[in-house]
């Protein structure tokens, strides 16, 4: 296992091979079901941008499931998180409102303390019948005792306007992930996504000055995680522990 490096596989085998009390914060947008709409239409990589395509219906979407992996459930990899998290360390998590409870639910199970639950107003919003959704939860966990964030008076709704033109269906700012990242650690210390996508953590990570080791299953967002991290130019992989994957 090496720091500064993004891996192509599933998340609960990867991070098997993490030893235990080694990662100072975990940052993640997992995947996860979201409301069934039968206007959805598949997306796609257009001139280098994630857009819609208008001709093509997806059927995953009608199901509430806006890419393949998503069939992993939060009990399977929470406890994972918290074995690998060292002790009074955050473990952020974005979620919608569907699965909010559920999440919650799952991170106290796995030993996490509830810390706080973040809003994030995107400047965007999903089309419904009810009151238009322009927010995302982000709910933050803490292992062990309490832990000050670096920039004390940080608001709990965050104003940081969504991507239009996205790598990754469900891809997030990175000025987003700067915020959660450079408030729960220091330079040079290890931040982990399992759920990578098209590595939205290793931009927030490079820029401020922080290690991370980015996951990612599916292979098509691999690749463009790679070619976004611009892997052999921009850092060289570190060794962590253990012997190298």
């Known amino acids: 296992m090496k720091l500064n490096d993004i891996i192509l596989g599933d998340c609960l085998d990867v991070m098997a091979k993490i030893e235990s009390g080694s990662i100072d914060c975990v940052v993640t947008d997992p995947p996860y079901t979201v409301t069934k709409s039968g206007d959805y239409k598949e997306t796609g990589f257009i001139n280098g941008h994630w857009r819609e395509d208008k001709n093509t219906s997806n059927r995953n979407a009608k199901n509430g499931k806006i890419f393949k992996e998503n069939e ?34 799952e991170g106290l199970k796995a030993g996490f303390k509830q810390q706080n639950i973040l809003v994030w107003a995107k400047g965007m919003h999903t089309p419904t019948q009810y009151y238009f959704k322009n927010i995302e939860f982000i709910v933050m966990f803490r292992k062990g005792k309490a832990k000050y964030i670096n920039k004390i008076g940080t608001m709990a709704l965050i104003n940081i306007k969504g991507l239009r033109n996205k790598e990754h269906p469900s891809e997030k700012p990175a000025d987003l992930f700067s915020l959660l990242v450079t408030n729960s650690t220091k330079e040079n210390e290890i931040v982990l996504d399992p759920f990578a996508g098209s590595g939205t953590i290793i931009e927030s990570c490079l820029k401020n000055n922080r290690q991370f080791i980015a996951i990612e299953k599916d292979p098509n967002h691999f690749e463009k995680m790679k070619r976004r991290a611009d892997f052999n130019k921009n850092f060289e992989p570190q060794t962590l522990f253990g012997n190298e994957m």
Do not use: A, G
Not at 76 to 103: A, G
């Open 72 to 105: 992993i459930k939060f009990s399977d990899w929470m406890p994972e998180i918290y074995r690998v998290l060292k002790e009074q360390t955050h473990f952020y998590c974005m979620t919608n409102d569907l699965h909010l409870k559920n999440v919650i639910e």
